[in-house]
Structures are given as structure tokens and as C-alpha cells.
């Protein structure tokens, strides 16, 4: 492997030299450091009211759907309410999360809600977001050990519950959300979600849930801990 | 009152060889502008086909040859908007290796104009258009792409302009590209027509001599009822000409 | 069709007899030009955000070794592996050895322009291993051993009726005994089956739109979930990457992302913008075990070295052959290569060589809309110039149409002479078409008159009237 390695690394730089420049160790680490922000476009440096409007109109533009309740105890219920006005039947698979495992969910034990790992036929997957960007109507999910990454696909509904303290202006934002969480380390997986799953593969037409879930419902906490 | 505008105009080989009545047409606005047009003997061809076509060299020599017969006036004007963007544009960039001419292009790049962006832009000169008639404008997408030519002539030739949809989407002419791509350049070409024809106007005015008779001559293939004018003739007045492909009456 | 770039234009002329392609063309057409236009109108700053991410591209292939450097380290630190690929067959071979070292049967795919390039397919199932392609689009095209037709959408060439038919064929042994007609269905028939391959798959691969060199992360961009879905099950996720699709850091990543999905079919965002760091850490609820890149060269080394470098900016968001007429008449199909359009025009002569390629930057008329659309500011036209050139100094064009060139270059280069010969052949012409004003064929001429009417010219040319003084000037 090793002499493949040289081998490009040879030419990158026989190409430089001639084009009269070489690299340089001090710029990529002074880049890499620096972690500067580029442009951030204005409408990502929402914040207050704005930005809980930014988002929710940007969420429900990628045909999502979202909704506020007052407290952690709230969420089962929603849920609940969510399910049984879209015909949507469980089991509802929760991830681990400590902030889910507060809730009162035999409240809607009807639906079957259980942690564990996601099933094939788990009807609906229940994640706590990191974070959500109003700039896109984006929300941030990383995978750990109560996050399973499978249960943000696998399930054909979606519920992501926020924190309403999480919501952040822009995608620059979110990185400073994710570099805190990992203590510096990255997840194995982000996934910035931002809508249901989709494909305009057949005829250039759009048609919902193509292999991720086809509804994704966001509910946002507005008093937690 | 003295005109203060000494102008060579760039005749453009097709316009030279195939339209000259919209060359007469450009020399009349000019004059009526207040300007003393030149006509340099020693212009051809700009050397856009040999670029074009990759052929640095020779597109090289027709550009020395174009530079040397216009750097001395104050301004050029071009009936093209591909001619005009060659020299603006293209000279520099083709000749910024050459020590002697490196600089004389460049000046001449400063002093080049499309006729309609000259004579709106620079001599601020509108031409009482006389008639009626609908007329649909055709974008060059040299003009428009590389010297911005949207709004002048539209400028000019005022209310009688109905939009056609997609007006910014190439003909299809392209130079050699409508002779050695000529399946391509003809369904391009129906497009065009068809969106032209949409708009309910007959006339057609462009700024480009090219894709003026490309299309013309896949009309009159097609037996469409649109008449293609170089836009110099209508602004000139000139309504004795026949049309790009049409019958002498 | 013919799959070689030198068969263009036959395979143009009969991709517009095509009624279903030109169909399916018209509708892809019309789809992306609404849909970039409302996008960018959303967001003032796209032309400032397309400046910053060519600088960005830029600032990277000026230093890509370190930058190679820094993101390999950063691969090994989150446990993951790099192999490194001169070309096609290196990386089809190290993808083969990876697969077999765990006895896969099954490689579900996520859509990578990168696995086609190399042929990664063919190669698979000639071992023994299944690749199953996820996208919808390219699993669509698996089913009809079709090539992809364009970068993003790669089924564009198909209707909806052909698709019918496709799966109706397919899945019947299945057990989809009937044939679907609306859209809806077709995916869900897609759905489920596919569900089951993600789950039994031993290994992934993907693609990356970038490779970030800060955190040793690779990114995909999809719509459906069907990246997320091929990485996260089975045991091993291999990435198939080339060098140039670095990017320093999470920063330089959003700007690009911000121009990605806007330039690409005019949303906000993709739907899964998924970043992949090395394998599952321990305790980790669900991911897979190991986590492979496969960097290919494949020609781009030397590219930086020359005047074809600014083509290593490109993101792959496909605008440039979404606005493109050429591409828009012809299909994905005629241009016979992995890439097609503007990009592919350019990309192709440089990945399999001018003599072969030639063909495709000439079949442009240089209308500049592919330029004026780019979101990492290459300059097309000019690099296909320059493709032209190569080719031109290397006599690899016909040898008629340089004659025809050298003849007019060398007479225009006499103005004596050209405008003697321009009037006389000009007061020729328009004396044999007899105020007719066109010519319904002329001699040397058929590529015109073949499809359209030649106009007459109108007599003596101007240059040869103008000396002899027939108009009076003051």
C-alpha cells in the first residue's frame, strides 16, 4: 500500500513544482486551526423568536412536521396524538437516551413503546436530536451507545424530539454543538436530517419514503432541564 | 457641433460577406449618433473559428492582424457580439505572451464595443424607430454571456418587444458546431424557432449575424412564417431590405 | 448507442428520434431550471458563497498532499483504514481483497460516480459477489444493464412506463406478480424489496462528496436514506473516494454543502447529509466494525500540474448539465463515457486520453451556461478550448476540416485577396439564387443544407463597396 501512497504523493507534488508553487505543512495546520467560518448568510444568524420561526417554517417546507409541547412528561402524549392522527400503528422503538427515559410512556402503551434494538418491524423510531440549524429546517442526530443510527431509517415514521434550547442559527453553530458533545472526538455517524425521506427518480416526480422513513415528526420541549 | 467620437468599425466576415446592408445600417447610426466612422481596408476575420477550434497559431496571426488595423482609433464597433467578446476578451488572454502585442491588445479590449451597447452605453443616442410590428428580440450567448448585452437593445428598440420564454438558452449555432454537430444544432434550432413563434411576433431581430441565419435557414426550411433582421437594419430604418433567407420582392 | 466518446454524434442523432428520451429529457429540462431558480432567489448570498467555495477547492489543491496527509492520520486515529489507488484496477482489487476478507456474498451500494469509473460492478460479479445498488435511480438502471445517464439522477433517460415494465419484469419472480403504473407504487415495490438486502449486506460502500481532512470524516449527500441505510448495517462500510474531494474542515464543509444541493436540484439541503467517521466506537448501539477509504487517482495527480487543474474544483452537482442544451438534446447516453454533459466533456479527455475523448469538447457550441451556473466557478469553455487544442496540435482532427481552416486563415490573412475572392464569390452566390434568397442545397455545403435553407448573400461584400466608395460618408 504503502508504495502506491508514494507514488501519488509524488505526482501531487511533480505537479505543483511545476506549476511553480509547493505545499505547505505551517497553511493547512494554521487552516485546520483556525477553523475560521466562511460566509455565514444572514439568514443563519437568526436568533430569539426568529429562529424558533425559521425553523419551523423551513422543517414543515421539507415536509416535515413539528410541534412545541411544554414539558419532557408532554412527549409520550404528542406522540401519541401524532400516531393516531396519521394512522400510523407502533411498535415504537425509543432509543436510549436518558432524556426518553424519564417520560411517562406507558401513557401510550398502546403503541408499544420499548428501547432496545431497532426491529424490522418496528413501526415508528423515537431519537433526541444534538441539535437543530434553523437556517435548513435541519436537525443534528449522532450515533453512541443509547443512539442507534439504524433507528433514524429503518422505521417507516421518524419522531425527533429537541430540546428548545438546542436550536442554533447555522450550520456553523451545529459543528460547535457536535465538537462539545464529543469532547473533540466525532460520532461514527452525523446525520443532518432535513425532511422525510424522498426520490424524484421515476419520471423526475417526487414521491416520499424511499428507503428512509416517510414521515418525520419533530417535537420540540420547551421546558427541560 | 464637432463629433468628438472617431469610430472604426469591425465589419464581422459574415456580416462583411453575407449581410452587408446591416453593416450600411450600423454606419448610419453611428453618423446619425454624432459619430466619423472609419472603415479599416485591412480587416478580415477575427480569428474566432480558428480559436475555436484550437488553432492557436493562426488564430494568433488574425488577431495580430485585427489589432494592428484598429489600434489607432478611438473606438471600435462591432455589428457581433462573438467578434466584440473575441477582442475584449480573448485577445488579451491569446496574446498576453506576446511582448509586442500583449499591451495593444489590452487597449484594444478597452476600446471595443457590441454596436448596440456603444451606441446606448457610450453615445446615449436612441434611434426613432419607426412601425408597429410586434418583434421578438434573439440573445446572442456571446453578447449576453461575455458582454452583457440584454437590456440595450431591448433598450432601443422599446415597446414593440414581446419576450420569448428561454430567451437566454443557446440557437444551437455554436461556429463549426452547426455543420460538424448538425443533429444536435438542428433540434436546438427547433426549439428556438418554436419558442420564437410562441411569442405571435414575425419579426425577429438579433445582434448576432450567425445565429440569425442558422435560424432563418432552418425556418425557411420549415416554412415558418418568421423574418430575421439584423438588429442595425431595424434600428436604421431599414425596412427595404428583404429578410435574412427571404425572397427579393 | 455506442459506449465510446468518438461515437457522439451518432449517438446524438439517434437519441433524438428517441421519442421516450426526448420525453424524459423535456421533463428533467423544465424541472431543474424551476427549481435552482426559486432556490437561489432564497438566498442572497449564493454567488458570494460560490466565490468562497472555489477558493476553498482552490486553497486545497495547492496543498492536497498535506492535506491527504492530515486526513489519513485523522482516518487511523478514529480506527478506520486508508488504501491508496493509482487507477481503476488498484482500487477495484483492493475493494475485492476487503470483501473477501469477510466472505461477503452480498455489497449493497450507495450511488458513487466514483465505483462506476473503475467499473467496480462488473468486477464484483465476475467474483462472485452481488452488488446490489440502492439509489433508486441506479438500481433501475442495474435492472436494465444500463449505464447512468447523469450524475444525480442517473434513470433520467427512463419514463415511467419503461420503469413499469422494468420492474414488472424483475420483481415478478419476486413476488410482485402485478405490474405497477404510478410512481408511488414503483418506489414502494423498490422499498421492500431493498429493505431486505440493507439488512443481510456484509459490506457497504458508498461514495463521498467530500472527504473532510480535519476530523478523517467522509460525507454523502442523498435524498432517499439509502447511503445511510448501505453504512450502517453491515459489518464493513468501504468509501470510495477520489484525491481531490478533500476539504479542510467542518467550516469549509458548510459553505460547500450550501451551494451542493441548491446548484443540484434547488433544495435547501438534501434531505441526509450524512458524515462517517471511522468504524463504530465501542459500546456504540448499531454501526459497522470496519471502516475502509479507497482513495483513486486515476489521472487527477497529473491534472493539477496543468492547464486542465481548475476541473478538480468540480463538486459533482450536475448544474452545468442541467442547463446544458447539448446534454438536454442528446442524453447522458450519446456522450459514451462515466461523465457526461460539460463536466464530462472536460473530465473524460483528461481521464482517458484527447485521442479518444476528442470528440465531446467539441460538441459545445460555447454557449457559457454550464460556466455561468457552476458553484465552484470552473471556467468549462475555456478548458474545453483548450482540450480543442491538444487535439488540434496533435492532428487528431479530421484532416478536411483543418485543410478548410489552414485554407481560410491563410486567405483571411491577405485582405487584398480575401475581399477580392469574398466579392466575386459573393456576387456569384447571390446571382445563382436568383431572388430566391436562399439555396435549398449547396455544393461542400451538406452539413448545413442538409437539415436547413443556406441564406444568399445579398452581392458584392461590404468591405469591396465601402473602397469603392458607393456609400458617401462625410
Redo the contacts between chains.
Keep these: 500500500m504503502s508504495q502506491q501512497r508514494m507514488a501519488i504523493m509524488d505526482k501531487i507534488r511533480a505537479s505543483h513544482r511545476a506549476r511553480g508553487i509547493g505545499s505547505s505543512q505551517q497553511a493547512v495546520d494554521a487552516r485546520l486551526n483556525a477553523r475560521a467560518q466562511n460566509l455565514v448568510p444572514a439568514r443563519g444568524r437568526l436568533t430569539g423568536d426568529a429562529l424558533r420561526a425559521r425553523l419551523e417554517q423551513f422543517a414543515v417546507k421539507s415536509q416535515a412536521s413539528i410541534v412545541s409541547v411544554a414539558a419532557p412528561r408532554d412527549v409520550p402524549q404528542a406522540i401519541g396524538a401524532y400516531l393516531t392522527a396519521h394512522h400510523l400503528p407502533g411498535p415504537v422503538r425509543l432509543c436510549g437516551d436518558g432524556f426518553l427515559a424519564a417520560m411517562p410512556w406507558d401513557l401510550i402503551a398502546r403503541f408499544n413503546p420499548a428501547t432496545g434494538a431497532v426491529q424490522e418491524t418496528d413501526g415508528v423510531g423515537v431519537s433526541v436530536a444534538l441539535c437543530a440549524i434553523g437556517e435548513t429546517g435541519t436537525l443534528m442526530l449522532i450515533s453512541g451507545p443509547n443512539a442507534a443510527s439504524g433507528l433514524n431509517f429503518l422505521p417507516p415514521a421518524h419522531i425527533i424530539v429537541l430540546r428548545a434550547g438546542d436550536i442554533v442559527g447555522a450550520l456553523e453553530d451545529g459543528w460547535a454543538c457536535l465538537r462539545q458533545a464529543g469532547n473533540g472526538q466525532m460520532p461514527r455517524t452525523v446525520n443532518l436530517i432535513t425532511g422525510p425521506s424522498r426520490t424524484a427518480d421515476i419520471a423526475q416526480t417526487m414521491y416520499m419514503g424511499a428507503h428512509g422513513p416517510k414521515h418525520l415528526h419533530v417535537i420540540i420541549v420547551d421546558n427541560h432541564a | 457641433m464637432t463629433t468628438s467620437h472617431t469610430v472604426a468599425l469591425f ?1 464581422t ?1 459574415l ?7 446591416a ?2 445600417a450600423a ?1 448610419k447610426l453611428l ?1 446619425d449618433a454624432g459619430c ?2 472609419s ?1 479599416p ?5 477575427c ?1 474566432q ?8 497559431k ?1 488564430a494568433s ?2 488577431a495580430a ?1 485585427t489589432i494592428r488595423s484598429l489600434m489607432d482609433y478611438d473606438y471600435v464597433v462591432v455589428p457581433g457580439g462573438s467578434c466584440a467578446a473575441m477582442i475584449k476578451h480573448h485577445y488579451p488572454e491569446l496574446l498576453a505572451g506576446d511582448a509586442a502585442l500583449a499591451g495593444a491588445a489590452r487597449a484594444l479590449a478597452g476600446k471595443t464595443h457590441e454596436l448596440t451597447q456603444f451606441l446606448h452605453e457610450v453615445m446615449h443616442y436612441k434611434p426613432a424607430v419607426s412601425g408597429g410590428e410586434k418583434i421578438t428580440y434573439l440573445d446572442s ?2 453578447g449576453l ?2 458582454l452583457t448585452i440584454k437590456d440595450q437593445p431591448r433598450a432601443m428598440l422599446g415597446s414593440r418587444i414581446v419576450e420569448n420564454q ?1 430567451s ?3 440557437c ?18 427547433d ?1 428556438k424557432l418554436d419558442r420564437l413563434a410562441a411569442t405571435g411576433a414575425v419579426l425577429v431581430a438579433g445582434g448576432d449575424l450567425g445565429c440569425l ?2 435560424l ?3 425556418a ?2 420549415r416554412d415558418m412564417k418568421l423574418q430575421f433582421r439584423h438588429v442595425a437594419e431595424i434600428l436604421a430604418g431599414d425596412d427595404q ?2 429578410a ?5 420582392k | 448507442m455506442q459506449r465510446h466518446p468518438a461515437a457522439f454524434n451518432a449517438n446524438a442523432a439517434e437519441a433524438l428520434l428517441d421519442a421516450d428520451l426526448q420525453a424524459a429529457l423535456g421533463a428533467a429540462e423544465a424541472g431543474f431550471g424551476v427549481k435552482r431558480r426559486k432556490a437561489i432567489q432564497g438566498l442572497p448570498e449564493f454567488e458570494a458563497l460560490c466565490d468562497q467555495a472555489a477558493a476553498i477547492k482552490d486553497h486545497v489543491l495547492d496543498h492536497l498532499d498535506v492535506y491527504l496527509q492530515r486526513f489519513e492520520a485523522q482516518v487511523f486515529a478514529a480506527g478506520g483504514m486508508v488504501h491508496w489507488c493509482e487507477d481503476a484496477q488498484q482500487a477495484r482489487e483492493v475493494i475485492l481483497k476487503i470483501c473477501r476478507s469477510v466472505n461477503a456474498k452480498t455489497v449493497t451500494k450507495g450511488k458513487s460516480m466514483v465505483a462506476e469509473e473503475v467499473g467496480l460492478n462488473p468486477f464484483l460479479e465476475a467474483h462472485n459477489i452481488r452488488p446490489i445498488e440502492t439509489d433508486l435511480g441506479e438500481y433501475i438502471i442495474q435492472l436494465a444493464e444500463e449505464p447512468p445517464s447523469h450524475i444525480i439522477g442517473p434513470a433520467l433517460h427512463k419514463t415511467k412506463d419503461q420503469v413499469s415494465d422494468l420492474f414488472h419484469a424483475h420483481h415478478a419472480p419476486l413476488g410482485f406478480t402485478e405490474r405497477q403504473s404510478s410512481g408511488e407504487a414503483l418506489v414502494g415495490e423498490a422499498r421492500a424489496i431493498l429493505r431486505q438486502k440493507y439488512l443481510v449486506a456484509d459490506v457497504g460502500v458508498t461514495g463521498a462528496n467530500f472527504l473532510i481532512a480535519e476530523t478523517g470524516s467522509t460525507v454523502i449527500v442523498t435524498n432517499e436514506g439509502n447511503g445511510d441505510m448501505t453504512q450502517i448495517f453491515p459489518r464493513v462500510h468501504i468509501v470510495i473516494a477520489s484525491i481531490e474531494k478533500i476539504v479542510p474542515t467542518l467550516e469549509d464543509a458548510a459553505t460547500l454543502l450550501r451551494v451542493l444541493a441548491r446548484s443540484a436540484t434547488g433544495q435547501e439541503m438534501s434531505v441526509y447529509t450524512t458524515f462517517s467517521t471511522g468504524p463504530k466506537r465501542r459500546g456504540d448501539a448499531d454501526g459497522p466494525e470496519q471502516f475502509h477509504v479507497v482513495l483513486l487517482d486515476n489521472g487527477r495527480s497529473a491534472m493539477l500540474g496543468g492547464a486542465q487543474r481548475d476541473m478538480l474544483r468540480c463538486i459533482r452537482c450536475g448544474a452545468c448539465m442541467n442547463n446544458c442544451p447539448v446534454y438536454m438534446a442528446a442524453g447522458g447516453h450519446a456522450y459514451g463515457a462515466t461523465y457526461m454533459g460539460p463536466m464530462g466533456a472536460v473530465l473524460t479527455p483528461n481521464l482517458e486520453g484527447v485521442k479518444r475523448a476528442q470528440a465531446l469538447p467539441f460538441a459545445s457550441t460555447f454557449c457559457g451556461k454550464c460556466e455561468t451556473v457552476c458553484p465552484v466557478r470552473i471556467p468549462l469553455p475555456k478548458l474545453m478550448r483548450e482540450l480543442r487544442s491538444a487535439a488540434h496540435m496533435a492532428r487528431l482532427t479530421p484532416a478536411r476540416e483543418r485543410l478548410w481552416l489552414a485554407l481560410w486563415s491563410w486567405v483571411a490573412q491577405r485582405p487584398e485577396l480575401y475581399h477580392r475572392l469574398g466579392g466575386a464569390g459573393m456576387r456569384i452566390l447571390a446571382m445563382l439564387a436568383r431572388g430566391k434568397g436562399r439555396f435549398g442545397w449547396l455544393p461542400l455545403a451538406g452539413g448545413w443544407t442538409g437539415t436547413r435553407d443556406f441564406p444568399a448573400p445579398q452581392g458584392e461584400n461590404f468591405m469591396a463597396q465601402w473602397a469603392r466608395g458607393e456609400k458617401d460618408t462625410p
Design positions: 465589419v466576415c456580416v462583411d460577406l453575407f449581410r452587408p446592408s453593416a450600411f454606419v453618423q466619423t466612422v472603415v481596408q485591412a480587416q478580415t476575420c480569428g473559428p480558428a480559436y475555436n477550434s484550437g488553432d492557436k493562426n496571426a488574425l492582424q450567448c456571446s454571456r461575455e428561454d437566454e438558452t443557446c444551437g449555432f455554436g461556429g463549426t458546431f452547426c455543420v460538424k454537430y448538425t443533429s444536435v444544432s438542428t433540434a436546438m434550432a426549439k441565419m442558422h432563418a435557414g432552418r425557411a426550411r431590405t428583404p435574412i433567407a427571404a425572397e427579393e
